[in-house]
């Protein structure tokens, strides 16, 4: 796979879309995986709710938890693309998202390599990417998003650019796009596709600017790798 014919020309670098990036069987495996997780695995927040998997990143150390086999075969597949350099992947944050529902401009922080890759399965979403005063610190960025101070910074800027993510994309954001700019999702059930989208043309479908998009349930696992891990690693039936 020659990765230059995915990059998203129209938006500051770095980020690649790649359509298709898994298959229709592959995606009804991740949905019904994800179905049957234990309730106790969930962690619920005010507007969507989680799993992680590998382990919960924490600022001292992230505990090694086994990931499961069937999610091992796409972080595996995430590697052999080489973004993580000489890491690998070890850590899967699973989202689900039910129409109405989305999440605050944010930027994934320190806590990771700073490369977000993110698979989405069920349903698209529009990704809203708004530029950040790149001299505030972050270091005090919470992991589940929740920072107050960065929400409100990211309230006073005007949405830069979108991105419309399909069922069974991969969506990789590095470089300027991780460090420089919130992302965001908005808490709409339907979505009105306009200019300000950039990826129309590395989208599997063509997309007309006025068309409504009704959104379904959307998971998404995003892969990344954590690099401060304790040498202690748990394992959980």
Not at 26 to 38: C, D, H, N, T
Not at 90 to 108: A, K, R
Request: hydrophobic share 35%.
């Amino acid at each position: 796979m020659d990765i230059s014919d995915f990059e998203v020309r129209e938006c500051p670098s770095s980020a690649v879309y790649i359509p298709n990036f898994i298959t229709s069987e592959e995606e009804k495996r991740i949905l019904s995986q994800i179905s049957r997780a234990p309730k106790p695995k969930w962690t619920q927040l005010l507007n969507r709710r989680l799993i992680n998997y590998g382990g919960v990143p924490h600022p001292n150390g992230m505990i090694a938890e086994e990931i499961p086999t069937w999610l091992q075969v796409y972080m595996e597949k995430i590697n052999n693309l080489n973004f993580f350099q000489s890491q690998k992947a070890n850590h899967v944050l699973v989202n689900e998202y039910l129409p109405g529902q989305g999440i605050m401009p944010h930027t994934d922080g320190p806590l990771f390599h700073p490369i977000i890759t993110t698979i989405t399965c069920g349903s698209y979403t529009v990704l809203n990417f708004i530029e950040r005063n790149v001299t505030r610190s972050n270091d005090n960025h919470k992991y589940n998003n929740d920072d107050e101070s960065l929400q409100r910074e990211s309230l006073t800027h005007e949405i830069n650019f979108k991105m419309l993510l399909e069922p069974r994309s991969l969506l990789i954001l590095k470089d300027e796009l991780y460090n420089n700019y919130l992302h965001g999702i908005d808490e709409v059930k339907q979505d009105v596709l306009c200019d300000k989208i950039c990826n129309y043309e590395n989208c599997e479908r063509v997309h007309k600017v006025g068309s409504i998009l009704k959104r379904g349930i959307r998971i998404s696992l995003t892969i990344r790798h954590v690099p401060k891990t304790t040498t202690m690693k748990l394992k959980f039936c």
